[in-house]
């Protein structure tokens, strides 16, 4: 079983949606959680990180987190075609970070 | 602030051969990693060091794969001799700390093809 499992994609929503990224995790040592972006042919960047339950807000990205359930979440509201990118969900366990496989999200303009 | 640095940006090589990259953290990150990202997959963690010691390498293969960090700045990270599965982008990152609030940035890495 992968640690960090996200929601299979390709997703693509049309600009102005909300798009919905999802993310369960397995191991319940892990104590944060990032949020990446990666353009395609480019390195991750950092969009947000969340460490208690409940959502955590940056401009147009809202994370969820929900430890009972081991479940992470990443809205991304008022989509725009800068948007397209692959979204990377990670934990971090004993400063060891583990991502999952990553969901491409496509915004139509 | 200068980010993390890498190089070679792209690497062809055969397969059998050595190859080595290099990596130079953000100034004052105690912390560097190497991970190996496959087409498709997330990265994944290979190596970690905390200034010039060795945090973790349970994910590194010890047979082919070293990697040094001396005077706790810079580091290598070698691959003899490479196979084809070897084909990746391998990132390289740093962060201040290891706590767990701690943001780990990524250098652009670099795309080796094993031929």
């Known amino acids: 079983q992968k640690e960090v499992e996200q929601n299979s994609g390709p997703l693509s929503v049309p600009e102005g949606a909300i798009a919905s990224l999802n993310c369960t995790y397995s191991d319940r040592g892990s104590q944060s959680f990032f949020w990446y972006r990666q353009y395609s042919g480019k390195s991750p960047e950092l969009i947000m990180f969340?460490?208690?339950?409940g959502d955590k807000e940056d401009g147009r990205f809202t994370a969820q987190l929900n430890k009972a359930s081991q479940y992470v979440s990443l809205l991304i509201r008022d989509s725009q075609p800068s948007d397209s990118a692959t979204y990377l969900c990670?934990?971090?366990?004993?400063?060891?970070?583990?991502f999952g496989a990553g969901t491409t999200v496509t915004v139509r303009a | 602030e200068a980010g993390v640095a890498q190089s070679p940006r792209y690497k062809i090589i055969e397969k059998r051969q050595s190859v080595a990259f290099w990596c130079n953290p953000i100034?004052?990150?105690?912390?560097l990693y190497w991970y190996q990202q496959i087409l498709g997959q997330g990265p994944k963690l290979l190596i970690q060091f905390q200034n010039n010691g060795v945090v973790d390498d349970s994910q590194l293969p010890k047979d082919r794969f070293s990697a040094e960090r001396l005077k706790g700045v810079d580091s290598t990270l070698k691959i003899q001799p490479a196979k084809l599965e070897d084909s990746a982008v391998y990132l390289c990152?740093?962060?201040?700390?290891?706590?767990?609030?701690?943001?780990?940035?990524f250098g652009p890495g670099t795309r080796l093809l094993v031929l």
């Open positions: 100034s004052g990150h105690a912390t």
């Open positions: 990152a740093s962060s201040f700390t290891q706590g767990f609030r701690e943001t780990q940035y």
């Open positions: 969340i460490y208690s339950n």
């Open positions: 990670a934990g971090l366990n004993d400063y060891k970070l583990s």
